[in-house]
């Protein structure tokens, strides 16, 4: 083997090292981000746990009295605690995705140009460089609409990815 060989194999061998390390770190940046949506996951499971249990002593209630308690304020403070919940836990999880996205994408902009960089190609505008990047990979991005919103896969929107 060559040293030109064995340069080769090293550039790619730290080449496919550096794509592993980026992902990893966006899935620490998703796991970061989930973390940070962990408050609101368990404000929305306590809210659908006391939801549930003010709808079941409403029905109970109801049923000892014998009257149709479903229209009743308990269990209409019942059915918006477990509204409320869901849209609590649906936050909670969209934090998780919404940071994924903005770390890779600042990651891979801020590489590229640093990329340039190494390679001797000099950049006028680095900050302007990383930010069209950035502006081009949001756009091709289905869940990213075109002003830089992110959406679930249920279409609910996020924050900004950018």
Request: proline fraction near 0%; glycine fraction near 14%.
């Amino acid at each position: 083997m060559t040293k030109k060989d064995q340069d080769l194999l090293a550039e790619a061998y730290g080449a496919v090292n550096e794509g592993l390390f980026d992902r990893l770190k966006a899935r620490g940046a998703q796991a970061a981000g989930a973390v940070k949506g962990v408050g609101d996951r368990v404000k929305g499971a306590a809210k659908g746990v006391a939801g549930a249990a003010a709808t079941k002593a409403a029905e109970l209630g109801g049923q000892a009295l014998g009257v149709d308690a479903s229209q009743g304020g308990l269990a209409q403070k019942g059915a918006e605690l477990q509204k409320s919940a869901a849209t609590d836990k649906a936050r909670g999880a969209r934090a998780g995705d919404e940071a994924k996205y903005k770390s890779y994408i600042a990651n891979s902009a801020k590489t590229l140009a640093n990329d340039l960089s190494k390679l001797g190609m000099e950049v006028d505008d680095e900050a302007g460089l990383i930010d069209d990047i950035q502006n081009v990979i949001s756009a091709r991005l289905k869940q990213v609409t075109k002003s830089g919103q992110f959406r679930d896969a249920a279409g609910k929107m996020g924050g900004k990815i950018k």
